[in-house]
Nanobody, 123 residues
Framework: VQLQASGGGLVQPGGSLRLSCQVS????????FTWFRQVPGTEREGISC???????EYKRFAEGRFTISRDNGANRVYLQMNNVKFEDAGVYYC??????????????????WGQGTQVTVSS
């Protein structure tokens, strides 16, 4: 199983960035996926999850700015980040767990983790 996150980079405050997570080696349509981020010296925090059926949940700081989506045909999960703030800088990770159904929960209890992609916010 592989989860390959990409799309990180340098973004200005107020700018946008789209992260992508390419998934392979599992039954994509029966898994829910979650994006996390971590700043050095702090605990990893969940951002948003998307269920196997496409419904989503967001942490408060992400609501209205971030959008999670999935493309079952391409086995990809995305995180669209808009109106990026300085505090959004960090390493972003995607994770997945077998969880067929309508709902997802943002939890650190995941079956599979990808490597991170760095997001740097600077003017």
């Amino acid at each position: 199983v592989q989860l390959q996150a990409s799309g990180g980079g340098l973004v200005q405050p107020g700018g946008s960035l789209r992260l992508s997570c390419q998934v392979s080696g599992l039954d994509f349509e029966e898994h829910a996926f979650t994006w996390f981020r971590q700043v050095p010296g702090t605990e990893r925090e969940g951002i948003s999850c998307v269920s196997s059926e496409g419904s989503s949940e967001y942490k408060r700081f992400a609501e209205g700015r971030f959008t999670i989506s999935r493309d079952n045909g391409a086995n990809r999960v995305y995180l669209q980040m808009n109106n990026v703030k300085f505090e959004d800088a960090g390493v972003y990770y995607c994770a997945g767990k077998w969880d067929p159904g309508s709902y997802c929960i943002i939890t650190s209890s995941q079956g599979y983790w990808g490597q991170g992609t760095q997001v740097t916010v600077s003017s």
